[in-house]
């Protein structure tokens, strides 16, 4: 079993920058993979970023060349550098885990956290 808490959100300018941080406790050996996706009013959930054991990563379009995923694994923490924030960014970001194990897979999430971009 995994836990994560999320931190980091808050209200910051057009332009701006925040780094959100995600904390994994338990059997934290059990991680593959983890991911940053994000949940804005009205609109379904979608990957922003995902990073491997390795350090591979991905990004969605619209936040690539703004956002940097990483994963420090001494510290079981993953973290979304978040820069020139625009107001569409605005929107509640949960962190993700992925453990595989023989023909099943288990899927871990945060509580989320609110990012809001606004003047």
């Known amino acids: 079993q995994v836990q994560l808490v999320e931190s980091g959100g808050g209200l910051v300018q057009p332009g701006g920058s925040l780094r959100l941080s995600c904390a994994a406790s338990?059997?934290?050996?059990?991680?593959?993979?983890m991911e940053w996706h994000r949940q804005a009013p009205g609109k379904q959930r979608e990957l922003v970023a995902g990073?491997?054991?390795?350090?591979?990563?991905n990004y969605a379009d619209s936040v690539k060349g703004r956002f940097t995923i990483s994963r420090d694994n001494d510290k079981n923490t993953a973290y979304l550098q978040m820069n020139s924030l625009k107001s569409e960014d605005t929107a509640v970001y949960y962190c993700?885990?992925?453990?595989?194990?023989?023909?099943?897979?288990?899927?871990?999430w945060g509580q989320g956290t609110q990012v809001t971009v606004s003047a």
């Open positions: 338990g059997s934290i050996f059990s991680i593959n993979r």
């Open positions: 993700k885990a992925t453990h595989y194990s023989g023909s099943s897979y288990f899927l871990y």
């Open positions: 990073i491997t054991r390795g350090g591979i990563t």
